[in-house]
């Protein structure tokens, strides 16, 4: 459940909880010339005065009994010989106050929460540790960390022992602190359902289920569902989707959503996800390795229906639409063979050559209806190539995009919200990879360089209209808890979406990357 969040300006020191959690953080001494550098200093942070005067002034000799060094991150329980409202207290360190991000802040804020299982309540003066960050920026960062790191899914345990935590009060104040408390939480919930429904087992959300719980969760949201049935998607000639999905017994579907906020002018923004509920390979059988978490191939679909969720509560005045496209991959008598053909939406005819590279053939034709809708610029998510892994990791996503303003507003929107992201080109010499002699091209290229042949098919389909493709492959699901980021589904994608239309404008002009 989400957490509820109060804000509170009295001191800290008369503020009620279970837990007072409190940031304590290292400076770098000052180095000379010709001597050995000293140890880093401890930082008290905001709060901290009080703790220190409920251990009559020990609580830096308690530190360094306990070697708590202040690493963004480290927790640790500290007594407070009952003389504070708070029952118990933790310092949680973040390191050097100076150089502390809201990102950073996320992540400290997620230690809290792990910490913080066992009671129903916390406060904390976490918001007010960097003193390069905004107040209400910091107040959003640290919304968003506890909720993200105190995220569990449970679902199906037989002994479920959920955290216990319910109540959160952020400790002071400041312009806008209240409002972006709410902004943080919004967010947070709409990123918990995107993992919600990326770690719920296949067989429990074919396509029809997640066209079902989509237009649900936008009843009184101001976004319109309009969802393609397998006869409908025939008519609308999705080649791809039709292709991809005939091997399953569950039919695709198409979700298209719409936001138009009262006053929104202009062409919209176009989100398109990835949504392929799972992914066997196709008669390109992935080996049984390969398939422990192809529950996971939808993450794309699933950030850009969360991100749409949460458009009307944070205010977003651009026009928004959301393509997702929703198939299961899987090895049947029907399913489509290696060297057949496919005609996408927008008449280009794709060789198969291998059933596996199919997420790009569900992306063309939801990107050719982007097209056709006159969108302004669009940016599709998709965990697309294991190639893409190789080359960033698990914990980047790879960007690739066919206008340098595009790109560049994009990225920037991510690094706003600590979802790291890293160009990629789409060099047009390796386009001919993708050359096919029976088809006008083929869905796979040569191995090596992968995740950009695969961002150049995808390129096929788009025209002129600035676009970005994120293959999220590698932090969509992660193998362990990394700060604010919890293993499995991490439902990557949500906030920068949600930073780019609520910030969006328009790309003016096209400028190649090639």
Request: with cysteine; proline share 6%; net charge neutral.
């Amino acid at each position: 459940m989400p957490l509820s969040f109060t804000v509170s300006t009295s001191p800290v020191d008369r503020v009620s909880a279970d837990l007072l959690a409190v940031p304590v953080g290292t400076a770098p001494a000052p180095s000379a010339r010709g001597r050995r550098s000293a140890p880093p200093a401890r930082v008290l942070g905001p709060g901290a005065e009080a703790l220190d005067a409920a251990l009559g002034g020990g609580l830096v000799a308690f530190l360094d009994e306990v070697g708590f060094e202040g690493r963004l991150g480290d927790a640790i329980a500290v007594p407070t010989n009952g003389s504070l409202r708070a029952k118990a207290a933790i310092v949680v360190g973040v390191g050097d106050p100076a150089k502390l991000t809201a990102d950073g802040l996320r992540r400290a804020a997620a230690a809290v929460a792990r910490r913080a299982s066992k009671v129903t309540s916390i406060a904390t003066t976490l918001a007010a540790a960097a003193s390069e960050v905004g107040a209400a920026d910091a107040a959003q960062a640290v919304a968003e960390g506890l909720e993200l790191g105190s995220y569990e899914f449970l679902e199906y345990k037989r002994d479920p022992q959920p955290s216990k935590l319910a109540r959160v009060t952020i400790v002071g104040g400041g312009a806008g602190v209240r409002a972006a408390v709410e902004r943080g939480s919004a967010i947070a919930t709409a990123v918990r359902w995107a993992r919600d429904l990326i770690n719920t087992p296949s067989k429990e959300k074919p396509p029809a289920e997640i066209a079902a719980e989509a237009r649900t969760l936008m009843r009184g949201r101001g976004v319109k569902v309009e969802v393609l049935d397998p006869a409908q998607i025939r008519q609308k000639r999705l080649g791809g989707l039709v292709g991809v999905g005939q091997g399953s017994a569950q039919t695709p579907r198409f979700v298209k959503l719409t936001y138009t906020p009262a006053g929104a002018r202009g062409r919209p923004l176009a989100l398109v996800g990835k949504g392929v509920v799972f992914d066997s390979g196709g008669l390109s059988l992935k080996p049984p390795g390969g398939m422990e978490t192809m529950k996971c191939d939808m993450s794309g679909a699933a950030a850009v229906i969360a991100a749409m969720s949460a458009l009307k509560d944070l205010g977003v005045r651009s026009k928004v639409t959301g393509y997702v496209p929703l198939v299961e991959n899987m090895p049947s008598g029907t399913a489509i063979r290696p060297g057949d053909v496919l005609r996408i939406r927008n008449g280009k005819t794709v060789e198969v050559l291998n059933t596996d590279a199919e997420g790009r053939l569900i992306l063309a034709d939801a990107l050719s209806l982007a097209v056709e809708d006159d969108a302004a610029a669009i940016v599709d998510l998709a965990t697309l190539t294991g190639a893409c892994v190789v080359a960033l990791g698990e914990k980047i996503a790879g960007l690739m995009g066919n206008d340098d303003a595009w790109s560049a507003q994009v990225r920037d929107a991510a690094d706003r919200v600590g979802e790291r992201v890293w160009p990629l080109p789409l060099p047009t010499d390796y386009r001919r990879g993708i050359d096919s002699s029976v088809a006008d091209i083929k869905n796979v290229g040569p191995r090596e360089g992968g995740a950009l042949t695969a961002g150049l098919f995808l390129q096929e389909f788009v025209g002129d209209v600035p676009w970005v493709h994120l293959d999220i492959a590698g932090p969509a699901f992660l193998g362990g808890d990394d700060g604010y980021m919890t293993k499995g589904g991490t439902g990557f994608g949500v906030r920068t979406l949600l930073e780019l239309a609520a910030t969006f404008d328009a790309p003016k002009a096209k400028a190649s990357t090639a």
